[in-house]
């Protein structure tokens, strides 16, 4: 069983970040996590204080616990959209989503 980080990077529609925060919370995130091999879900909104400039609001970081991340794209893909897992209007396009692998164990402060 391999680990990954699913990072997705979004914005709501300028006047709909209560409808957009609302789906995601409720309704996103549930329908997701309901996938083999998606284990944990957390949002984050942009914090005022930035080192850089970024054009996203908001991140989600999903944990993946899988044999096979090809098959586990493959069914995110085939099922976004779908009554299994719907989008909403309020989400602004141009959504930036990557996978991403570990290079090294996880560090804790000593």
């Known amino acids: 069983m391999s680990r990954h980080i699913f990072a997705v990077l979004t914005n709501p529609v300028e006047g709909r970040e209560a409808e957009f925060n609302a789906w995601y919370s409720d309704r996103h995130l ?25 054009p996203y609001r908001y991140l989600v970081i999903y944990e993946i616990e899988t044999k096979d991340l090809a098959e586990t794209i493959r069914e995110l893909k085939a099922k976004d959209g779908t009554d299994e897992i719907p989008t909403t209007t309020a989400l602004a396009s141009g959504v930036l989503a990557s996978f991403f692998e570990p290079i090294g164990p996880l560090e804790t402060r000593r």
């Open 30 to 54: 549930h329908d997701i996590l309901k996938l083999p091999g998606l284990v944990s879900a957390q949002r984050f909104r942009l914090s005022p204080e930035q080192i850089a400039a970024t």
